[in-house]
């Protein structure tokens, strides 16, 4: 698609576009200047950009996101971080089956053990 295109469907200026790529946000445009081609990435990577700026995230802390290799952090209470990688970073994956599966996850692993009797003991 052409930038005009790329413009109307993420609703935001050429200028910014022009910022993003330069900033490292969102990949070049493949074909180079002169045939200048966007795609469903480009979308993506704006729309994640701008969802992290509406968290009220910084540009230079979103940047650190994109390139955390592991994945981002996101500390979510004392002792507890969530990791996450960049690419689903406002993508629209559905949450719900993510938070049942974390649910029993930390269930799983913050529940008292059941003892097992003591094999050491003597038995009478």
Known sequence: MHIREL??????????????????????PRGGRANADYGDDHIAAIDRYTRLRELGFPPAAIMLLLQAREGAPFPVAPGVTLVVDPKLLAAGAPVQ????????????????????PDRDAKHD
């Not at 413009?7 to 993003?20: D, E, K």
């Open 97 to 116: 089956p993510i938070l049942e599966k974390i649910q029993h996850l930390l269930t799983d692993l913050f529940k008292e053990p059941t003892h097992a």
């Open 7 to 28: 413009i109307a469907r993420t609703g935001i200026a050429g200028r910014q576009v022009r910022y993003l790529i330069a900033e490292g946000f969102i990949p070049p």
